[in-house]
């Protein structure tokens, strides 16, 4: 029962892994959907978005500080997207764009391995789901690699792994959301 008392906090907030898997979507649609658009406006777009889901992150951990234990690594999640997005907003716009394209496929890396994590958090509420999201997140992983193999060469392929590697991600999000909200309203009954 401590372990279920010590996931309430996380899911009463099943909101905001809705919210940046939204936002993820929408990035992936955008790169997916628009290859002749210039690096430097997605590479704008990016460090916006980095910003608010850093925020966003830190809103989780600070309000999840005193229901669960694993709230550290939220908080640690979110100043380094606050801090990417200000080290790239510092950029000369050219420097910026060159640094956009390795930050992307690096922080589609990171974010994928930490919602690793998350979801083996949530395994033992939630292990039908678990293959599912592990799935997405490797599909998310192996994308990022194949972009940062190859991420000027690739021409159009960058912007197909770059869009694919958020969707997917987002989707993660999403599902994780989902099944968040279903924990949640089980606590309550």
């Known amino acids: 029962m401590k372990n279920l008392n010590?996931?309430?906090?996380i899911s009463r907030y099943w909101w905001m892994p809705m919210f940046t898997g939204i936002v993820a979507i929408a990035i992936g649609i955008w790169c997916l959907c628009s290859p002749q658009s210039s690096l430097p406006i997605l590479a704008y777009a990016f460090c916006i978005c980095l910003c608010a889901t850093g925020f966003l992150n830190l809103v989780y951990a600070f309000a999840n500080m005193g229901g669960h234990y694993g709230w550290g690594w939220s908080l640690a999640y979110g100043i380094i997207e606050i801090l990417c997005a200000i080290w790239l907003f510092a950029l000369p716009v050219?420097?910026?764009?060159?640094?956009?394209?390795?930050?992307?496929?690096?922080?589609?890396?990171?974010?994928?391995?930490?919602?690793?994590?998350?979801?083996?958090?949530?395994?033992?509420?939630?292990?039908?789901?678990?293959g599912w999201l592990i799935g997405l997140l490797l599909m998310t992983i192996i994308f990022s690699i194949l972009f940062l193999a190859g991420p000027v060469a690739g021409g159009i392929a960058v912007w197909l792994y770059i869009g694919i590697s958020f969707i997917c991600y987002?989707?993660?999000?999403?599902?994780?959301?989902?099944k968040l909200r279903r924990i949640n309203s089980s606590i309550k009954e």
């Open 94 to 130: 050219a420097a910026m764009t060159t640094a956009f394209i390795y930050a992307i496929g690096l922080f589609i890396i990171f974010v994928a391995i930490n919602a690793i994590s998350e979801s083996l958090v949530i395994y033992n509420y939630a292990s039908f789901w678990i």
């Open 170 to 178: 987002g989707l993660y999000r999403i599902l994780l959301s989902a």
């Open 6 to 9: 010590n996931f309430v906090g």
